[in-house]
């Protein structure tokens, strides 16, 4: 058997996504997780890893000028579609967030005074946890392509993985449905989407699921601050029940969950109304039990 890929998305932010991943993490033997939110990762946070090897992730190119052999003819300026490029003191400038790494400047320049290169876009890590080890990046302010970078993070994850002999790889994904959702998703044996009761809850949840069902990824539930609107409870289970998604567990709206969070004490914690060891490693079993 294969390393087996379980991804924890939500569709929308602030559902508690990565608050299930870390809970999730001690009851998975033998596993390697990664933190594929590179825009916004917090999964570090509650798992305190130690770094122990940091890469500089160049995914993306753009234009360069070479000021030695630069005319500042303006040519290429007049065919950047998107105003990257502009003539100072006699010389090409070129404002690398507005490049898009097209080429076209390239092309025209009579001198060969640009070149597309390299661009870095983020750092990725190699660290352990106390639960094992663990693979998360950060993209940099500002820079786009974090698919990519998502991709990169995934790779890595697979290639750890196999050295260490893990059994599986446990996935913290970005919320939403972007480009960098579907790069967390694409491949993975299970996803499991966490939701609550609201409005923007039910619509993004079903936004997500889709997204999974399109790229054939088997999915399942999980019911997070439950209590919170009975209005959309329901509507939640009939959708689940109509498109046969399991729903693994459900996680009641309490103050707890909120202060475990605020102590950095997820996944130990000891708060009464909190779901104990029993809960997270029955929603463990059903999970391998469905892939």
């Given at each position: 058997m294969g390393i087996k890929e379980f991804v924890v998305i939500s569709g929308k932010g602030g559902a508690g996504k990565t608050s299930v991943t870390a809970c999730l993490t001690p009851y998975f033997v033998n596993t390697l997780t990664a933190d594929c939110d590179v825009d916004a990762p917090d999964l570090d946070i509650l798992l305190k890893p130690v770094v122990g090897k940091t890469d500089k992730i160049s995914a993306a190119r753009k234009a360069v000028v070479l000021s030695d052999k630069c005319t500042g003819c303006g040519r290429c300026r007049n065919v950047c579609r998107f105003g990257a490029v502009r003539i100072e003191q006699g010389l090409a400038r070129v404002d690398p967030i507005k490049c898009e790494g097209c080429k076209v400047c390239t092309l025209v320049c009579p001198a060969d005074a640009l070149s597309i290169e390299d661009w870095p876009t983020?750092?990725?890590?190699?660290?352990?946890?106390?639960?094992?080890?663990?693979?998360?990046?950060?993209?940099?302010?500002?820079?786009?392509?974090?698919?990519?970078?998502?991709?990169?993070?995934?790779?890595?994850?697979?290639?750890?993985?196999?050295?260490?002999?893990?059994?599986?790889?446990?996935?913290?994904?970005?919320?939403?449905?972007?480009?960098?959702?579907?790069?967390?998703?694409?491949?993975?044996?299970?996803?499991?989407?966490?939701?609550?009761?609201?409005?923007?809850?039910?619509?993004?949840?079903?936004r997500v699921w889709e997204t999974a069902a399109k790229l054939r990824v088997k999915t399942a539930l999980v019911l997070n601050k439950t209590g919170?609107?009975?209005?959309?409870?329901?509507?939640?289970?009939?959708?689940?029940?109509?498109?046969?998604?399991?729903?693994?567990?459900?996680?009641?709206?309490?103050?707890?969950?909120?202060?475990?969070?605020?102590?950095?004490?997820?996944?130990?914690?000891?708060?009464?109304?909190?779901?104990?060891?029993?809960?997270?490693?029955?929603?463990?079993?059903?999970?391998?039990?469905?892939?």
């Open positions: 983020g750092d990725l890590y190699e660290s352990l946890t106390p639960y094992g080890p663990m693979v998360h990046a950060r993209l940099i302010p500002g820079e786009e392509v974090s698919g990519r970078l998502v991709s990169l993070v995934r790779q890595r994850a697979k290639a750890i993985a196999a050295e260490e002999g893990c059994e599986a790889i446990l996935i913290d994904g970005p919320p939403g449905v972007a480009c960098n959702v579907i790069s967390s998703l694409t491949g993975t044996d299970l996803a499991l989407i966490v939701t609550e009761p609201t409005v923007a809850g039910f619509h993004d949840m079903r919170l609107s009975d209005e959309f409870m329901q509507p939640i289970r009939d959708f689940a029940a109509e498109r046969d998604i399991p729903i693994l567990g459900e996680i009641p709206l309490s103050p707890e969950m909120r202060r475990a969070v605020n102590d950095r004490r997820i996944p130990s914690v000891a708060y009464p109304d909190f779901p104990g060891p029993r809960f997270w490693e029955g929603v463990v079993e059903k999970m391998m039990e469905l892939v």
